[in-house]
Nanobody
Framework: QLQLVESGGGLVQPGGSLRLSCAASGFTLENYVIGWFRQAPGKEREGISCISTIGRTNYADSVKGRFTISRDDAKNTVYLQMNTLKPEDTAVYYC???????????????????WGQGTQVTVSS
């Protein structure tokens, strides 16, 4: 059974940092495109980053320059380093796995067949 488990969320002050982790079980992450989506209260879910099987990365404009996605295939884990956090980054963050990657856009959520349960990130003073 394919399973993704996010961790690392929490409460942080504006300007602070968090690192989210996405650990996979039941499959090998290195064979998949991994993405991060987020959903803020009252807003649509937003794709914010993805990483290809060969390490190419893409980011939404809202997080470009502040967030970094990386993968450690030996640990079967993908990370999202989030710096200079803003209150508008407050959301539930989801890790997703699929097989489509583009340098020009974050693929729509329907492309990703496996989803984690989400982890809450709250940016507030």
């Amino acid at each position: 059974q394919l399973q993704l488990v996010e961790s690392g969320g929490g409460l942080v002050q504006p300007g602070g940092s968090l690192r989210l982790s996405c650990a996979a079980s039941g499959f090998t992450l290195e064979n998949y495109v991994i993405g991060w989506f987020r959903q803020a209260p009252g807003k649509e879910r937003e794709g914010i980053s993805c990483i290809s099987t060969i390490g190419r990365t893409n980011y939404a404009d809202s997080v470009k320059g502040r967030f970094t996605i990386s993968r450690d295939d030996a640990k079967n884990t993908v990370y999202l380093q989030m710096n200079t956090l803003k209150p508008e980054d407050t959301a539930v963050y989801y890790c997703v796995a699929g097989h489509y990657y583009s340098d020009y856009e974050i693929p729509p959520e329907g492309v990703f067949g496996s989803w984690g349960q989400g982890t809450q990130v709250t940016v507030s003073s």
